[in-house]
């Protein structure tokens, strides 16, 4: 193959490859982010709930936490109940026996917004999808309620998602260049 053969394979090959690396990491974008927006699905509810009953009915929070959770070992929701000066008064998920407590910032945003819906690692390698909404009762005090859950089987699947586009990547380059190659050597040539 000639230097002006390989020329013309690079410039056909070049914009399907851009072509293709485009498509390939707006798939794996939309859905990466289709599944760690999934990953809060069920603490929306439970975060929202939970609020809610203890704002109406002014519940012992220690009665809403359910079973203790080692967020450590567990993929299971638990619930966690602070009070207006970010302490813990309920503790359902726990690292090395004590419920972990968001940073300051996570509760400022909170009592301004009312929710919020975030990553959170309150240890080395453990990862969370955590919401954290508000309850307020008529005597004023404001609790938190934060459920969360481990996102180590959500990123299991995205590291499956990766690993299966990064594939098809690789082949969709392949075949775009073998019919780069194939297009100019079965061209006519003109003398």
């Known amino acids: 193959m000639s230097h002006s053969d390989r020329i013309k394979v690079l410039r056909m090959w070049i914009p399907a490859a851009l072509l293709i690396t485009f498509f390939c990491l707006v798939t794996f974008a939309a859905v990466q982010q289709n599944i760690r927006s999934n990953a ?90 955590a919401v954290m909404t508000k309850s307020e009762r008529a005597s004023s005090s404001v609790q938190y309620v934060l459920l969360g859950r481990s996102m180590r089987e959500i990123e299991i699947r995205e590291h499956d998602i990766a690993m299966m586009i990064g594939i098809a990547w690789i082949v969709a380059l392949v075949i775009a260049a073998a019919y780069s190659l194939v297009v100019v050597r079965n061209k006519p040539r003109h003398e």
């Open 40 to 129: 809060n699905d069920p603490q929306i509810q439970l975060a929202e709930d939970t609020a809610n009953y203890l704002t109406t009915t002014g519940a012992d929070p220690k009665t809403l936490v359910g079973i203790p959770i080692d967020i450590r070992k567990s993929i299971a929701p638990f619930g966690n109940i602070y009070n207006e000066k970010y302490g813990v008064l309920a503790g359902g998920g726990s690292i090395d026996g004590q419920a972990p407590i968001p940073p300051a910032g996570v509760f400022e945003y909170v009592l301004a917004h009312g929710e919020d819906r975030f990553t959170w690692e309150p240890a080395e390698g453990v990862r969370i999808a």
